[in-house]
């Protein structure tokens, strides 16, 4: 855990409980949200068949993933740790154009 919290920049037990309570609210919320986007597309299990079901799914919470991170990074006081978190993410998806350097 110690090598964890220096590679990451963290100083205490508490930020790293904080930063683990955010990766989790926003992998849950994205994947909520995700979902009521497809149901509100009309798309679900029992008229699409799995693969393009899930492929769908993942193609909705890969972009909205570091926006809501950075969001609730900002709102629990993290931002200086998941902004350029975010930022790296962004970049490897092809979608980097959104910031300026």
Same mark, same amino acid.
Do not use: D, K, R, S
């Given at each position: 855990?110690?090598?964890?919290k220096k590679r990451w920049g963290i100083e205490s037990n508490?930020?790293?409980?904080?930063?683990?309570?955010?990766f989790a609210i926003n992998g849950s919320l994205s994947a909520r949200i995700s979902g009521f986007a497809m149901k509100y597309l009309g798309i679900n299990n029992e008229n699409t068949h799995w693969i =393009?079901? *899930?492929?769908? #799914?993942?193609?909705?919470?890969? =972009?909205? *993933?570091?926006? #809501?991170?950075?969001?609730?990074?900002w709102l629990f006081g993290q931002s200086k740790f998941f902004f350029p978190f975010s930022k790296k993410m962004l970049k490897s998806m092809g979608l980097g154009f959104i910031f300026k350097n």
């Open positions: 855990m110690e090598n964890l508490f930020q790293f409980v904080i930063i683990f309570v955010v =393009p079901y *899930y492929l769908i #799914l993942i193609l909705l919470v890969l =972009p909205l *993933y570091p926006f #809501l991170l950075m969001f609730f990074g």
